[in-house]
């Protein structure tokens, strides 16, 4: 899997948590056939070989998401809500983000950094979810690896549960926090064993955790749009955009401190 970098091999035990219910895509109907691994592998090979690479000055963000069975109707609304992500990282000075997922049994992927907001659309349209436990643990060390190369200006996790145990997430939040990486967690439902170890990622990299409803698709894109900013310009930018009246940016200020 030499063209999406395979994460899975840091292994932890996990803490099975109740079977979720599969649920189909946003429309109600049975999810459309999706591509192939070697597909999607050939696409983020050509993706790779145009998107520029990081050089500094632009912002960077992983984008993580739990993309295992229960998530496809969120992660379709993902699709559609990164292009806003990009434009109003735009307004900053730009930004380069990292696709990571997890899904299956053990999966878990990253691609390269891309600047171009249809390449990232085109790949998240050919990644279909799978049933699986939750591997939050590698996004984090993802985060950290990746910004010991070069500075990670922020990361965002978008999920609904959590299924590991959460003294190894908070280590490597506090990594985090050392780096100084917020980690910006959008729950989605109220699962209260997940949102008392989100929030205490978010406190202790710097971040936000914040809860918005299954069927708010425009409540993610605000709150993602913000983040984008916070990436590409810091908190002068997420100012700037709460005082154009941005509810998304005001949010995240308050929770952020």
Not at 95 to 110: N, P, S, T
Not at 187 to 214: C, D, K, W, Y
Request: net charge positive.
């Amino acid at each position: 899997m030499g063209h999406l970098r395979d994460v899975s091999n840091d292994k932890r035990p996990t803490t099975r948590a109740p079977e979720r219910p599969a649920v189909s895509s946003s429309t109600g109907q049975p999810p459309a056939e999706r591509s192939s691994r070697s597909e999607i592998d050939a696409f983020i090979a050509r993706s790779r070989a145009v998107a520029p690479p990081a050089t500094g000055r632009r912002g960077r963000l992983i984008f993580a998401l739990d993309a295992t069975m229960s998530r496809q109707a969120t992660w379709d609304r993902a699709c559609q809500i990164q292009a806003e992500m990009f434009e109003e990282a735009g307004k900053a000075g730009g930004l380069d983000i990292q696709l990571v997922y997890f899904r299956g049994f053990g999966e878990c992927r990253a691609s390269k950094w891309i600047s171009d907001t249809t390449r990232l659309r085109d790949l998240m349209t050919r990644i279909d979810c799978r049933g699986g436990l939750t591997q939050i643990g590698k996004v984090l060390r993802r985060a950290i690896d990746e910004t010991r190369k070069e500075k990670v200006q922020a990361v965002v996790y978008v999920g609904d549960c959590m299924e590991e145990e959460v003294d190894d997430l908070c280590a490597r939040a506090g990594e985090l926090g050392l780096l100084k990486v917020p980690v910006f967690i959008f729950q989605e439902g109220g699962n209260p064993v997940a949102s008392r170890a989100f929030a205490e990622i978010a406190r202790l990299t710097g971040g936000a955790h914040l809860m918005f409803r299954a069927d708010a698709a425009d409540e993610l894109g605000r709150l993602l749009r913000a983040v984008a900013a916070y990436a590409a310009g810091g908190r002068a930018a997420l100012a700037d955009m709460s005082a154009r009246g941005e509810e998304g940016a005001r949010l995240l200020i308050g929770k952020m401190g």
